[in-house]
Antibody
Framework: EVQLVQSGAEVKKPGESLKISCKGS????????IGWVRQMPGKGLEWMGI????????RYSPSFQGQVTISADKSISTAYLQWSSLKASDTAMYYC????????????WGQGTLVTVSS | QSALTQPASVSGSPGQSITISCTGT?????????VSWYQQHPGKAPKLMIY???NRPSGVSNRFSGSKSGNTASLTISGLQAEDEADYYC????????????FGGGTKLTVL
């Protein structure tokens, strides 16, 4: 069974850095794309970007390019989403999700990581 | 970078059919057969319901179907049930200078 388990909720201050994680299990981690989706409070889904752990090929939405970094450590089957300097507007639920194959749809989802940025 | 356009809300009675539209452009919905639909219940992660315009993943009820005409994709739910009440999002591959995926703004389905 494919499972994606995300790290726990975070409360940070503006300007701080953060790296959240998503650990995959039940499949060959290097064979499926893993992406990140943002959902701001009371708002819709936003596709942020995606990485292929097999070769670290990474694609970003123009809205998030340069704002976040997506990475993966295939030795521990874990993908990451990181910020170097958080803003209050980064407050949101962040989901990792995997395609189960190509990168154009997400078949498997993590439980979400709530990030709160407040002074 | 604009989100695909969906109606904010739709409603229907149990047993009825409803259709949710998702309008894009020739650079996304109209240009490729890579439209997906997701269902999200409050406080839960989204669930893939349709991919590649009209394909259902294993385990998804055949009451859910997808189609596309021009720049508009549609999700139809037949035989509405109370548990279908949720938010629905479309997504599409898009390619201009770079390739990525874009979501629609979401549609709240109310089962009356």
């Amino acid at each position: 069974e494919v499972q994606l388990v995300q790290s726990g909720a975070e409360v940070k201050k503006p300007g701080e850095s953060l790296k959240i994680s998503c650990k995959g299990s039940g499949y060959s981690f290097t064979s499926y794309w893993i992406g990140w989706v943002r959902q701001m409070p009371g708002k819709g889904l936003e596709w942020m970007g995606i990485i292929y752990p097999g070769d670290s090929d990474t694609r970003y939405s123009p809205s998030f390019q340069g704002q976040v970094t997506i990475s993966a450590d295939k030795s521990i089957s874990t993908a990451y989403l990181q910020w170097s300097s958080l803003k209050a507007s980064d407050t949101a639920m962040y989901y990792c999700a995997s395609s189960g194959g190509g990168w154009l749809q997400f078949s498997y989802w993590g439980q979400g990581t709530l990030v709160t940025v407040s002074s | 970078q604009s989100a695909l356009t969906q109606p904010a809300s739709v409603s229907g009675s149990p047993g009825q059919s409803i259709t949710i539209s998702c309008t894009g452009t020739s650079s996304d919905v109209g240009g490729y057969n890579y439209v997906s639909w997701y269902q999200q219940h409050p406080g839960k992660a989204p669930k893939l319901m349709i991919y590649d315009v009209s394909n259902r993943p294993s385990g998804v009820s055949n009451r859910f179907s997808g189609s596309k005409s021009g720049n508009t994709a549609s999700l139809t739910i037949s035989g509405l049930q109370a548990e279908d009440e949720a938010d629905y999002y479309c997504s599409s591959y898009t390619s201009s200078s770079i390739s990525y995926v874009v979501f629609g703004g979401g549609t709240k389905l109310t089962v009356l």
